[in-house]
């Protein structure tokens, strides 16, 4: 009764259950747009999706898996065999077949995603299935962190915000999955170009921290016009500008969910990050999380 509730809802699967033990499975999901999340926990200890599940529901969408559970989950999709560990994630479509098992008790973390959401931004996301995300991945950590705060908020009457949680999440996921960041980058520029932006994003992952970090400090340090240096960003459709602010954003809310820093003054946490305008942050961290710092925490 509950599988036949659950393809109807839901997704198609063919369910296996742990045989020595009785029955259990608790689902929780929330919306965001186009954008699902769901955490199960439960003796449910396979899953396995065939073509005849994926004409039952169209077969629509991919799903980031997160693996909660105290053991590791294998599986396979598309001809790769893949073991993600507790913490890590996988890249799964919904319209190949797929193969998971786990162990006697599984918990773990959906984020359901639309073909339109993914086809259309990205491309080579065929690369990128079947392959394990780390647990240290620190998009994938974020991502963890950003959703126990989404649970904890609940759904937005506010349609802006509800979009903004929605955008977050995708941001996220493309970057734990590398659709989105220095690999995605690299892969849109050739030869010479190619070395110098990766050097460039090489330094600014080492001293976005630095209050007064600027394109002309990068210049300068690789012997490059500021221009040039500008030119090479702006072709990957960020600017610098916008990278170091992301990485720093990226930075202070790492910190503020992380038990490690639960002493330290959410001003002191922005000087770790390299703001130097505490009001600045601020503005900054509500435009882009959709809640103020303290919030966060």
Known sequence: M???IHNAQIASFDYGITGDRPFEAHLDAISFGRITVGTMTGTVNKAERSTANIREDGGDG???LINNSVGGMAGTQLGRDFLIDTGAAVLVSNSEAVKLVGS???AWTSVILTNQLLDHGFTHI???LGLEIRQDNEALTLLRAYHQLLVTTGSFS???LTRHAGETLLDLVALATGLKGKAADLGSAKGLRA???SAILQKIEQHYREPSFSSGHVAAQLALS???VNDLLH???RSFADRVLELRLQEAFRMLTSERFRAERISDIAYRAGFSDISYFNRSFRARFGCTPKAAR
């Open 2 to 4: 509950w599988r036949d």
């Open 126 to 128: 065929g690369d990128r």
């Open 235 to 237: 072709e990957t459709g």
């Open 62 to 64: 991919y799903c980031l």
């Open 226 to 228: 500021s221009r040039y």
């Open 104 to 106: 006697n008790e599984t």
């Open 195 to 197: 070395a110098r932006l």
């Open 158 to 160: 506010s349609p802006a």
